[in-house]
């Protein structure tokens, strides 16, 4: 896999807003396209048959994640997300602490 598809050193990420050291812990934890947003650290997750746009990824983990059937899909809108309301796409599902929701686009 590419650098440009998934970045593994700090460089591509806001080292003057998230610790190196942190960064570096996501980036080994498979987190990509580490990003702040509205104050919250934001990245790409791959799992077995969605990526996720993980919202609120600190060190023990995240507040929440948006599911995208497709890659391509999850990181246009990380991309273009500006942290209020919900990222923009075909995500599937939200999910988090006490948080089980469908796209309303879905329903």
């Not at 948006?66 to 075909?90: F, I, N, T």
Request: with cysteine; glycine share 8%; charged share 20%.
């Amino acid at each position: 896999m590419s650098s440009e598809t998934y970045p593994r050193s700090c460089d591509p990420i806001q080292p003057q807003t998230i610790a190196c050291a942190l960064a570096e812990t996501f980036l080994a934890s498979g987190y990509t396209d580490v990003r702040v947003i509205q104050g919250q650290v934001c990245a790409l997750k791959q799992f077995n048959f969605t990526t996720a746009v993980v919202v609120g990824l600190d060190d023990v983990g995240y507040k929440r994640r948006y599911c995208y059937e497709h890659r391509k899909d999850a990181v246009a809108a990380l991309s273009a997300w500006d942290g209020h309301e919900h990222p923009s796409g075909p995500w599937i599902k939200c999910k988090g602490v006490g948080i089980d929701l469908l796209n309303p686009a879905f329903c």
